[in-house]
């Protein structure tokens, strides 16, 4: 079992590209979670989804964030536009049953807007 | 201050002597959990306390939850120079879709 995997690690976009991260859940999780953490501060909730649902996006900005889980494949965070204050680390989680195992989060996806 | 803030904002031990971090939220939760990151990694879930329970035990880690005072803690003992990271607590509220982080406590462990 990978846990769950996200990629990029690293990505670098100018200001006004589009930046795509990618997060696969642990095998048999059907639940996903982004967060997004800025230098030294905890993580904020963004957007949870399930397969082709998105259940709760109270966490997302209103415009230039936009996420998918679809039947098949990654959940994908997107963000169209990207300004200098979309640099921050994006986690991804994912569970089973959160109410007794919590959550397992992956390495993240550090974007860097220049 | 938002929910789930830990006390103190950095500790810094000598290897072998105990580490305590405190937690503070503010509404009625479902449980409580605690992670550990290491820099520039992502998070690693360490324990989960449920709103019915007080205290938690795995390994080296000693969790306490007090729901009157919307507080809990987490102690390391005999600290080890590998302990150094930092450590948040997340409360999942009920019926709530998310866990709503502090800001953590920076540890650092001297060998």
């Known amino acids: 079992n990978a846990g769950v995997m996200q990629n990029p690690r690293h990505l670098v976009r100018r200001r006004g590209q589009e930046a795509r991260l990618r997060c696969s859940p642990m095998k048999g999780h059907s639940h996903v979670y982004w967060y997004r953490q800025l230098p030294e501060e905890g993580l904020k909730f963004m957007v949870y989804?399930?397969?082709?649902?998105?259940?709760?996006e109270s966490g997302m900005p209103k415009e230039r964030f936009s996420a998918e889980f679809p039947k098949e494949g990654p959940s994908i965070l997107r963000i169209q536009q990207v300004v200098r204050g979309d640099s921050a680390a994006y986690f991804c989680?994912?569970?089973?049953?959160?109410?007794?195992?919590?959550?397992?989060f992956g390495s993240g996806t550090r974007l860097t807007v220049v | 201050s938002q929910q789930g803030e830990e006390d103190p904002q950095a500790l810094s031990i000598q290897e072998g002597e105990n580490a305590t971090m405190n937690c503070s939220y503010k509404t009625s939760i479902n449980n409580l959990q605690w992670y550990r990151q290491n820099s520039g990694r992502g998070l690693v879930h360490l324990i989960l306390i449920r709103s019915n329970e007080r205290e938690k035990h795995s390994g080296r880690l000693r969790v306490t939850l007090d729901t009157s005072k919307k507080s809990s803690s987490l102690l390391i003992t005999a600290s080890r120079a590998a302990d150094t990271a930092s450590y948040f607590c997340?409360?999942?509220?009920?019926?709530?879709?998310?866990?709503?982080f502090g800001a953590g406590t920076i540890l650092r462990v001297k060998s």
């Open positions: 989680a994912s569970s089973q049953n959160r109410d007794t195992y919590g959550y397992t």
């Open positions: 989804l399930q397969k082709e649902n998105i259940i709760d």
């Open positions: 997340a409360t999942d509220a009920n019926q709530g879709n998310k866990l709503v």
